[in-house]
DNA sequence: TATTAAATCTGTAATGATTACAAATATGAA
DNA sequence: TTCATATTTGTAATCATTACAGATTTAATA
C-alpha cells in the first residue's frame, strides 16, 4: 500500500485542512476502498477499529473534504450518495443489476477542453456516467 | 402549445402503458415544465387542479414512466431527484447557487457513439452533466 | 503548567424524500 | 350485472442526511 498515514497527513495539510484522526482515518478507508463506498460502508469499518467514531464525524469529514476538492460525490444511484477518492477527470458504470460501480476509462474531449464556460455558466465540475448491465451480471 | 392530451395518450399507448387520467396529468406537466421538476413541484400543481390527486400516484407514475424509458430521471443534486421528459440525449448544468438545472447542448462523441459497451460492460443509459454557478448567478 | 477560547467530535433528535402497504376506487371482460 | 384486476389514495414506515447541543480535544498564551 503506497498511500500510509504520512502521506495523507502531508495531502490533508497541503490543502488546509487540520488532519484530525478521525479524518485520516476515513482518508485512509477511501484510498484503501475504491469501489465508491457510501457512507454507512465507510461508518461501519471505521467503528470496528476505532469504537469512538460517529457517523456524523463521517459525515462532517466527507462534506468538508468534497468542499475542499479531496473527495468527490457520487449521486449516480439516487438513494445514497457515494464517495470516491480518485479526483483525476474519469468516468462511471453504474450497474442496475448489482448496484456496483465502476471506474471507466472514457476520455471525453470535454473533460480536458480548454473553456470553462458552457451558454454563459461557469464550469466548476465536468461528470459523466452510464448505467446498464455490468460485465458479471452479463455472464451469471 | 403542440402537446395536447391526445398526443400525450397516444405516445404512451404507443409505449404499452394505460393512459390513466392521473399519468396523462403527470405527463402534461411534464411536456409543459422542462425545468426539471421535483416530484414536490409537479404534485403541488397538480393536486390544485386534481384535488383527488396523491403524491404517491406520482410516484408511482414517475417510477412507472421511468422504466418503460419515457421520462429520465436526473440525480445530479443527491438530495431528490429530478425529471425530465426531453429523452433525446442531452446534458445538465447544475448551479451549486440557485439549484437550478439548464439544459446544455455540448455534443460529446461518446453520446452518439455506436458501441453499446465500455470495459465489457452493457451501455443502456448515457449521462454527462456539469456543475457550477450559472450565466444568472454569476452576473448578480 | 494552568487557563482559556476555538475547533472538533459525538449522540440524539429532527427532517425530508421515498417506499410499503392496505383499503378504496375504477376499469374491463364475461 | 358480476367479478377479477389494475389503479389510486392516504397513512405509516423507512432510510439517508442534517441540526443541534453538550462533551472532548487542540492550540495558543500567560
Redesign the interface.
Given at each position: 500500500m503506497i498511500t500510509n498515514m504520512k502521506h495523507i497527513k502531508n495531502e490533508l495539510e497541503q490543502k488546509g485542512i487540520k488532519p484530525t484522526y478521525q479524518r485520516l482515518c476515513v482518508m485512509e478507508y477511501l484510498h484503501e476502498h475504491l469501489v465508491h463506498p457510501t457512507v454507512e460502508m465507510i461508518y461501519d469499518e471505521l467503528v470496528d477499529r476505532v469504537p469512538t467514531m460517529s457517523k456524523t464525524t463521517v459525515y462532517n469529514t466527507l462534506k468538508l473534504l468534497s468542499g475542499k476538492g479531496v473527495v468527490n460525490?457520487i449521486?449516480?444511484?439516487?438513494t445514497e450518495?457515494r464517495y470516491d477518492i480518485n479526483c483525476q477527470s474519469h468516468h462511471h458504470?453504474l450497474?442496475?443489476k448489482c448496484g456496483k460501480i465502476?471506474d471507466?476509462?472514457?476520455t471525453?474531449?470535454?473533460v480536458n477542453m480548454d473553456h470553462k464556460e458552457?451558454?454563459?455558466?461557469?464550469?466548476?465540475?465536468?461528470?459523466?456516467?452510464?448505467?446498464?448491465?455490468?460485465?458479471g451480471c452479463?455472464t451469471s
Open positions: 460525490e449521486t449516480i444511484t439516487g450518495v458504470f450497474c442496475k465502476y471507466v476509462d472514457v471525453c474531449p470535454f458552457v451558454s454563459g455558466h461557469e464550469i466548476q465540475e465536468i461528470h459523466g456516467y452510464f448505467k446498464g448491465v455490468c460485465k452479463l
